[in-house]
């Protein structure tokens, strides 16, 4: 009846933190004791919601890349940011060398 006991302890508690064997012993009852208490600090429910972006680029980055929302349109974003600029930096130098 024990080892059952002893088995299903040994499977709530990770292996490298205790084993079957140390459960039950008196010198690392100590040790036991501390998993056990440590276990017991830990949060329990749900997690948290997390807080909504302030600034542009964290509510850019919730949009587009958390979660379920990740997808390819900052590719298309940036695209359309690097003709944009180069066109105006074409059209501002073809201003300076061409004057009339």
Not at 15 to 35: D, H
Not at 70 to 96: D, F, M, N, R
Request: charged share 20%.
């Amino acid at each position: 009846m024990s080892f059952i006991i002893r088995r299903q302890l040994s499977t709530l508690i990770p292996p490298k933190i205790a084993s079957a064997k140390n459960i039950g012993s008196n010198p690392n009852a100590k040790r036991m004791a501390e998993v056990v208490s440590f276990y017991k600090k830990l949060p329990t429910g749900p997690a948290p919601a997390p807080k909504k972006p302030i600034t542009p680029l964290a509510k850019y980055k919730a949009a587009f890349f958390d979660g379920d929302n990740a997808s390819g349109k900052p590719l298309v974003h940036l695209a359309v940011a690097i003709v944009i600029l180069g066109y105006t930096w074409e059209y501002q130098s073809h201003l300076k060398h061409h004057k009339h």
